[in-house]
Nanobody, 114 residues
Framework: VQLQASGGGLVQAGGYLRRSCAAS????????MGWYRQAPGKLRELVAT???????NYADSVKGRFTISRDNGKNTVYLQMNSLKPEDTAVYYC?????????WGQGTQVTVSS
């Protein structure tokens, strides 16, 4: 399984970004896709996840600002990031977990300037 993310970059506080991550390869239809992030000097943390039947989970720090969604036909997960804050600055990773194993995409930087 390979994961290819797009949509990172630099944005001002209060702005928005839309991330996408497409999975390719042999993918079991029952899976969880999601996003994690790691800020400098901090541990990697959950941002949001979504199951193949659409159940979502969010970190408290992003609830009400970020929205995760997916297109099962395209094996693609999206992350709409609104009302961005400087503390959202991090390297963001997309993941796909299936059959007890997590696949990780290459991280991409999101920088929110104040």
């Amino acid at each position: 399984v390979q994961l290819q993310a797009s949509g990172g970059g630099l944005v001002q506080a209060g702005g928005y970004l839309r991330r996408s991550c497409a999975a390719s390869g042999s993918i079991w239809r029952i899976n969880i896709m999601g996003w994690y992030r790691q800020a400098p000097g901090k541990l990697r943390e959950l941002v949001a996840t979504i199951t193949s039947d659409g159940s979502t989970n969010y970190a408290d720090s992003v609830k009400g600002r970020f929205t995760i969604s997916r297109d099962n036909g395209k094996n693609t997960v999206y992350l709409q990031m609104n009302s961005l804050k400087p503390e959202d600055t991090a390297v963001y990773y997309c993941t796909l977990t299936t059959r007890g194993y997590s696949h990780w995409g290459q991280g991409t930087q999101v920088t929110v300037s104040s």
